[in-house]
C-alpha cells in the first residue's frame, strides 16, 4: 500500500503537456458534426494523466452536462422553419448530458485540478473562439461558462437560458428583455437540476487541490479564486450555495453542504480569506433558516479538526454573545499570561519559516475565561434552551486545545480545569456532577467523560 502512495504521489507530481493536437481535432470534428456522444466516447478513450484536456473541451462538456430541455427558449421565432430544425439536432440530448457528466468527473480524477480547472479559472475568462471552433455549435455556446463571474453562476437553474436571450437580445440590439421572455423565473435555484453533477464535479477538484498544497495550512488555491479578487473577496454567492445544499432532503445533496463547508474553514484557516467575516456568513444563513437543534446536527457532520473546532467555537460563541441578556456590563477575570518556558527556544540551526507563518491567520480565539463567562450568561431567545449550545460551544473549545501543539494552547485552559473552576461552572450551568437529571444531567455526565485526562 506504501509503494501504492507513493507511485500516485509520483504520478500527482508529472508534468501534464498538452492533449496533442491531432487527438483535439478527432474530439472537435465529432463537435462540428453535432456527434456529441462519439465525441465523448473519443475524449474518453484519450484521456491519460500525462495529457491535459483542452479548455475549450472542459468547456463544452459543462455546457452539455448543465444543458436542459428548460435551456430552449424561443430566441429565434423570427428565423426560418429550416433553420430552426437545423440547429435542434445540434442540442445536446439527455444522453449525452448525463454522458458529459460522467466524463467531467473521470477528468477530475485522472488530471491534476488546476489542468481541470482551466475552463473556469479568472484568467482564462477572457477565452474566445478559436478558428477551429468557428464553425462549432457547442463550442460558441459554451463562450458563457467560461465568461461567466464565476463557477457558483453557471450552476444557476435557468444560466444557459438567460445566457441565449441575453445574446438575441443583444443581436437585435435590445437593452432589455420583454415580458416573460427571460429566464428570470427559472433563477430562484441556485443549483439546477442538472448543476448537481457539476458541484459534485467541482467539489471533487478542491478537495484535491485541498489535498496536494504543500502550503500550510492547506488549503485550495483553485476555491480560493472563485472568491473574488485579493483585495475585494465575496463569499455570498459560495454561501448561497451551501445553505441551499443544506436545505435539501436528498442526503447526498447534504453532503455536499458540508464538504462545501468545510473547503472555507479550512480556506479561513489562511490569511487569505477572512475568519470572523465568514463566520458571520455561515451563521447569518443557518440560524436564519435552522433550528438549534438542526445547527449542531450540521456542524457535528463537520470532520473534527483544529480548523474546524476554532470555526464551531467562534460561531457558538456569536451564538451566546448575541442573544444574551445584558443586565449589566460583567467584569471578565484577566486572563492569565502564558505558561513561560513550554516552547521551545528557537536556536540559529533552526530554519526558519516565514512563508508558512505568514499563511496562518491571526486569529487566536477567545481566551478561556471568555468561554467561562460564556457558559454563564442568561440568553433572550424565547423556547430556545442554551444547554445544547454551551455543551457543543465548550466540547469544541476543549477539542480545540487539545489538538493544538503544547506551544500554541491556553495555559489558562489547563489551570481553570485543575483549580475547579471549570467544574463549578458546569455545576451551576448543568447541575452538580452524579446529581443532575434532565437534559442539563446529560450533558453534565458527557462532559465529565471529555475534560477528563486534557494534557
Same mark, same amino acid.
Given at each position: 500500500?506504501?509503494?501504492?502512495?507513493?507511485?500516485? &504521489? $509520483?504520478?500527482?507530481?508529472?508534468?501534464?503537456?498538452?492533449?496533442?493536437?491531432?487527438? @483535439?481535432?478527432?474530439?472537435?470534428?465529432?463537435?462540428?458534426?453535432?456527434?456529441?456522444?462519439?465525441?465523448?466516447?473519443?475524449?474518453?478513450?484519450?484521456? &491519460?494523466?500525462?495529457?491535459?484536456?483542452?479548455?475549450?473541451?472542459?468547456?463544452?462538456?459543462?455546457?452539455?452536462?448543465?444543458?436542459?430541455?428548460?435551456?430552449?427558449?424561443?430566441?429565434?421565432?423570427?428565423?426560418?422553419? &429550416?433553420?430552426?430544425?437545423?440547429?435542434?439536432?445540434?442540442?445536446?440530448?439527455? $444522453?449525452?448530458?448525463?454522458?458529459?457528466?460522467?466524463?467531467?468527473?473521470?477528468?477530475?480524477?485522472?488530471?491534476?485540478?488546476?489542468?481541470?480547472?482551466?475552463?473556469?479559472?479568472?484568467?482564462?475568462?477572457?477565452?474566445?473562439?478559436?478558428?477551429?471552433?468557428?464553425?462549432?455549435?457547442?463550442?460558441?455556446?459554451?463562450?458563457?461558462?467560461?465568461?461567466?463571474?464565476?463557477?457558483?453562476?453557471?450552476?444557476?437553474?435557468?444560466?444557459?437560458?438567460?445566457?441565449?436571450?441575453?445574446?438575441?437580445?443583444?443581436?437585435? !440590439?435590445?437593452?432589455?428583455?420583454?415580458?416573460?421572455?427571460? !429566464? $428570470?423565473?427559472?433563477?430562484?435555484?441556485?443549483?439546477?437540476?442538472?448543476?448537481?453533477?457539476?458541484?459534485?464535479?467541482?467539489?471533487?477538484?478542491?478537495?484535491?487541490?485541498?489535498?496536494?498544497?504543500?502550503?500550510?495550512?492547506?488549503?485550495?488555491?483553485?476555491?480560493?479564486?472563485?472568491?473574488?479578487?485579493?483585495?475585494?473577496?465575496?463569499?455570498?454567492?459560495?454561501?448561497?450555495?451551501?445553505?441551499?445544499?443544506?436545505?435539501?432532503?436528498?442526503?447526498?445533496?447534504?453532503?455536499? !453542504?458540508?464538504?462545501?463547508?468545510?473547503?472555507?474553514?479550512?480556506?479561513?484557516?489562511?490569511?487569505?480569506?477572512?475568519?470572523?467575516?465568514?463566520?458571520?456568513?455561515?451563521?447569518?444563513?443557518?440560524? !436564519?433558516?435552522?433550528?438549534?437543534?438542526?445547527?449542531?446536527?450540521?456542524?457535528?457532520?463537520?470532520?473534527?479538526?483544529?480548523?474546524?473546532?476554532?470555526?464551531?467555537?467562534?460561531?457558538? @460563541?456569536?451564538?451566546?454573545?448575541?442573544?444574551?441578556?445584558?443586565?449589566?456590563?460583567?467584569?471578565?477575570?484577566?486572563?492569565?499570561?502564558?505558561?513561560?518556558?513550554?516552547?521551545?527556544?528557537?536556536?540559529?540551526?533552526?530554519?526558519?519559516?516565514?512563508?508558512?507563518?505568514?499563511?496562518?491567520?491571526?486569529?487566536?480565539?477567545?481566551?478561556?475565561? $471568555?468561554?467561562?463567562?460564556?457558559?454563564?450568561? &442568561?440568553?433572550?431567545?424565547?423556547?430556545?434552551?442554551?444547554?445544547?449550545?454551551?455543551?457543543?460551544?465548550?466540547?469544541?473549545?476543549?477539542?480545540? @486545545?487539545?489538538?493544538?501543539?503544547?506551544?500554541?494552547?491556553?495555559?489558562?485552559?489547563?489551570?481553570?480545569?485543575?483549580?475547579?473552576?471549570?467544574?463549578?461552572?458546569?455545576?451551576?450551568?448543568?447541575?452538580?456532577?452524579?446529581?443532575?437529571?434532565?437534559?442539563?444531567?446529560?450533558?453534565?455526565?458527557?462532559?465529565?467523560?471529555?475534560?477528563?485526562?486534557?494534557?
Amino acid at each position: 500500500m506504501v509503494a501504492g502512495q507513493h507511485a500516485e &504521489s $509520483d504520478l500527482r507530481k508529472r508534468v501534464e503537456s498538452e492533449m496533442p493536437r491531432h487527438q @483535439q481535432n478527432l474530439v472537435d470534428t465529432c463537435l462540428e458534426e453535432g456527434q456529441y456522444q462519439s465525441a465523448i466516447h473519443v475524449l474518453n478513450e484519450l484521456r &491519460s494523466p500525462f495529457h491535459r484536456p483542452s479548455a475549450s473541451h472542459i468547456r463544452q462538456l459543462l455546457y452539455m452536462a448543465l444543458y436542459t430541455s428548460l435551456d430552449t427558449l424561443n430566441t429565434n421565432s423570427s428565423a426560418s422553419p &429550416s433553420k430552426r430544425q437545423k440547429k435542434a439536432h445540434l442540442l445536446p440530448t439527455p $444522453d449525452a448530458t448525463a454522458a458529459a457528466q460522467e466524463l467531467l468527473v473521470s477528468f477530475a480524477m485522472t488530471n491534476s485540478p488546476h489542468s481541470v480547472m482551466r475552463a473556469l479559472r479568472p484568467a482564462d475568462q477572457r477565452e474566445s473562439l478559436n478558428a477551429d471552433e468557428a464553425d462549432c455549435f457547442v463550442a460558441a455556446q459554451s463562450l458563457c461558462i467560461s465568461r461567466s463571474k464565476h463557477c457558483w453562476e453557471i450552476l444557476s437553474r435557468g444560466f444557459l437560458a438567460d445566457q441565449r436571450v441575453s445574446e438575441a437580445l443583444t443581436r437585435r !440590439g435590445r437593452s432589455r428583455a420583454t415580458s416573460g421572455s427571460t !429566464g $428570470d423565473s427559472l433563477r430562484s435555484e441556485v443549483v439546477g437540476e442538472n448543476a448537481w453533477p457539476v458541484l459534485h464535479w467541482l467539489l471533487i477538484i478542491f478537495k484535491r487541490d485541498e489535498e496536494e498544497n504543500e502550503l500550510r495550512p492547506r488549503h485550495s488555491i483553485l476555491l480560493l479564486e472563485q472568491l473574488g479578487t485579493p483585495t475585494r473577496r465575496d463569499t455570498d454567492a459560495v454561501l448561497d450555495v451551501m445553505l441551499f445544499c443544506l436545505e435539501q432532503s436528498d442526503n447526498a445533496r447534504c453532503m455536499m !453542504g458540508l464538504e462545501l463547508m468545510s473547503l472555507l474553514i479550512n480556506l479561513s484557516a489562511t490569511s487569505h480569506l477572512d475568519f470572523p467575516l465568514l463566520v458571520a456568513g455561515i451563521f447569518n444563513r443557518l440560524s !436564519g433558516t435552522f433550528s438549534v437543534e438542526q445547527i449542531s446536527s450540521i456542524l457535528s457532520g463537520l470532520a473534527s479538526s483544529p480548523a474546524v473546532n476554532k470555526f464551531k467555537v467562534a460561531f457558538y @460563541q456569536k451564538y451566546l454573545d448575541d442573544s444574551a441578556v445584558h443586565a449589566r456590563p460583567v467584569a471578565r477575570p484577566r486572563p492569565l499570561a502564558r505558561a513561560n518556558g513550554k516552547a521551545p527556544p528557537v536556536t540559529a540551526q533552526e530554519p526558519a519559516t516565514p512563508a508558512v507563518a505568514s499563511l496562518a491567520n491571526k486569529f487566536r480565539g477567545p481566551p478561556a475565561s $471568555d468561554i467561562m463567562r460564556l457558559m454563564q450568561t &442568561s440568553t433572550s431567545s424565547p423556547g430556545v434552551s442554551p444547554l445544547r449550545i454551551k455543551f457543543e460551544m465548550l466540547q469544541s473549545y476543549h477539542a480545540w @486545545q487539545t489538538q493544538l501543539p503544547q506551544v500554541d494552547r491556553d495555559a489558562e485552559w489547563a489551570v481553570l480545569l485543575e483549580n475547579g473552576r471549570v467544574s463549578e461552572t458546569l455545576d451551576a450551568v448543568f447541575g452538580s456532577s452524579g446529581q443532575a437529571t434532565g437534559e442539563g444531567g446529560d450533558y453534565r455526565d458527557l462532559l465529565d467523560i471529555i475534560l477528563k485526562g486534557y494534557s
